[in-house]
């Protein structure tokens, strides 16, 4: 997972995030740690975790749980959702969505900006820009949020 997450960050990132911040040779094994931690500690029991494989390899990971911000109209926040480059368009990252935020939710996440592609992708799931923006590890991000679907 902490190999998929790293590709995923140096495949969308470069050119938004700091070259020494990708090219840390110790990135690998700090995202190790945070999936470790994020899959065994007590603390995130309510995330859920979905992996997309290809040809027996993992492709891509995502990751929910509940919102980091109290205050917040959303149930769900989406912390992670990276699919290899080689398997955008594939459905991966739509089927790790759906595994990971279910339709009867509201939910929220950040995407960088720019990231043009990301951004599609989630206005294509339902997804709008709310005004709100942040700069995390140095790159700007803006929140997407989702209402619940309707019920039919």
Same mark, same amino acid.
Not at 68 to 80: F, G, I, K, N
Not at 107 to 120: F, H
């Given at each position: 997972?902490?190999?998929?997450?790293?590709?995923?960050?140096?495949? *969308?990132?470069?050119?938004?995030?700091? %070259?020494?911040?990708?090219?840390?040779?110790?990135?690998?094994?700090?995202?190790?740690?945070?999936? *470790?931690? $994020?899959?065994?500690?007590?603390?995130?029991?309510?995330?859920?975790?979905?992996?997309?494989?290809? %040809? &027996?390899?993992?492709? &891509?990971?995502?990751?929910?749980?509940?919102?980091?911000?109290?205050?917040?109209?959303?149930?769900?926040?989406?912390?992670?959702?990276?699919?290899?480059?080689?398997?955008?368009?594939?459905?991966?990252?739509? $089927?790790?969505?759906? $595994?990971?935020?279910?339709?009867?939710?509201?939910?929220?996440?950040?995407?960088?900006?720019?990231?043009?592609?990301?951004?599609?992708?989630?206005?294509?799931?339902?997804?709008? $820009?709310? &005004?709100?923006?942040?700069?995390?590890? &140095?790159?700007?991000?803006?929140?997407?949020?989702?209402?619940?679907?309707?019920?039919?």
């Amino acid at each position: 997972m902490a190999r998929v997450n790293v590709r995923s960050w140096r495949e *969308t990132y470069r050119g938004l995030m700091a %070259d020494d911040v990708l090219d840390d040779p110790g990135l690998e094994a700090t995202r190790e740690r945070f999936w *470790t931690s $994020a899959l065994t500690d007590p603390r995130f029991r309510e995330n859920r975790v979905a992996v997309a494989e290809r %040809d &027996g390899e993992l492709v &891509g990971v995502a990751m929910s749980g509940p919102p980091l911000d109290d205050e917040t109209p959303w149930t769900r926040q989406l912390y992670v959702l990276y699919v290899h480059a080689a398997d955008h368009g594939t459905g991966a990252g739509s $089927a790790l969505l759906d $595994a990971v935020v279910d339709p009867d939710e509201p939910v929220a996440l950040w995407v960088a900006d720019p990231n043009p592609r990301a951004q599609a992708f989630y206005r294509k799931h339902g997804f709008v $820009a709310d &005004g709100a923006s942040q700069v995390d590890d &140095g790159v700007r991000e803006i929140r997407m949020v989702r209402s619940a679907k309707p019920k039919h």
